[in-house]
């Protein structure tokens, strides 16, 4: 007698086989393989201090509208009405979601043959592919730190002051005028550069006029492409400082975490000289999730009997405020951004 295969008949137990196997390969690539925007932390086991403040949403899109601080108290006459203030909003950053997928098949032909656990290989394979575009589009945020907002990728939103993230001219909403968080000479990096990389994070201010912030006094996060990762760390790293006549006490031992990763290579969309510093603390740098990286239950497609796996991803990476963090593109040249 003859069996119609229809994805009723497929669907149990090989459906349900599949299925597990699908979650033993989540589970494995878990356990290997990170996602940046999880991991990279200003100080060890404190998501406090993360290099991205992770976002979740069950909306449409997510517009962020921050306000200044309260200015500082005022000298008051005896017998005078008490002094007031307001706050001030300040631009609006505003968040829509893109999706990303892919998928694999897995083909009646594949089933007869007997190698279905071979094309379920794939699917690990596709999983560690879609944990690597996340953490492509996470370093991304630093890789277009200054470039136009007219010119960025679809992953990608910036502050909505309508200039890059890393930008000398930073119109401010309260005072007029502007800021600037990057170097507009693109000075390298050196020992010297960073600290006037690390004074210029510190003199950063808020939109209300007199507005202190405090940043730049916690650990922070230098950042750069491998091709420069051996300088930072030996200008960050060790009690004396390096190379130095006198062996002078090293200022920057245990307050700098360095992070370096290929994606912020040239060889991958970034650059080979830019570095530059950000305040874990009061980070940013925003990763916004929608729907998690996630891979989809198996289904059959009966018209032609093959089984799809594939996998799905809604996010947007972006920065909700320029302050907390500076950029130099490290190559001598001038930014005028």
């Known amino acids: 007698m003859s069996v119609i295969e229809t994805s009723a008949t497929l669907g149990s137990p090989f459906l349900k086989g599949i299925t597990a196997e699908l979650a033993d390969i989540t589970s494995q690539v878990d356990s290997q393989y990170a996602l940046a925007k999880d991991t990279v932390l200003g100080v060890d086991k ?194 004396k400082r390096s190379g130095t006549a006198n062996n002078d006490v090293n200022i920057y031992d245990g307050l700098f975490t360095t992070v370096s990763s290929q994606l912020l290579a040239a060889a991958n969309g970034g650059s080979d000289t830019r570095w530059g510093l950000i305040d874990p603390m009061n980070t940013p740098a925003a990763f916004w999730t929608r729907r998690a990286l996630t891979l989809g239950t198996p289904y059959v497609t009966d018209s032609n009997k093959n089984i799809t796996v594939d996998i799905s991803a809604r996010y947007k990476v972006g920065n909700k405020d320029f302050r907390g963090f500076w950029v130099s593109g490290g190559d001598s040249a001038a930014y005028a951004l």
């Open 46 to 239: 404190n998501e406090a201090s993360s290099l991205f403040k992770n976002k979740t949403s069950d909306k449409a899109r997510e517009t962020i509208s921050g306000v200044s601080a309260i200015g500082k108290l005022q000298k008051t006459a005896e017998g005078a009405d008490y002094k007031s203030d307001s706050r001030i909003s300040t631009y609006v950053t505003q968040f829509e979601w893109e999706k990303y997928t892919s998928g694999i098949t897995i083909t009646e032909e594949d089933r007869d043959d007997q190698i279905v656990s071979e094309k379920l290989d794939r699917a690990k394979a596709l999983l560690v592919a879609g944990m690597t575009t996340l953490n492509q589009h996470s370093f991304d945020l630093f890789n277009y730190s200054q470039t136009a907002q007219a010119s960025l990728p679809d992953h990608l939103t910036f502050y909505g002051d309508g200039v890059p993230f890393g930008s000398i001219i930073h119109p401010i909403k309260g005072t007029g005028g502007t800021q600037s968080n990057a170097s507009a000479t693109g000075i390298p990096f050196t020992e010297d550069n960073l600290e006037t990389a690390r004074l210029a994070l510190m003199a950063q201010r808020g939109d209300k006029a007199g507005e202190t912030l405090n940043y730049g006094r916690s650990k922070l996060i230098l950042w750069g492409a491998p091709a420069i990762e051996k300088k930072m760390i030996i200008a960050t790293r060790g009690e």
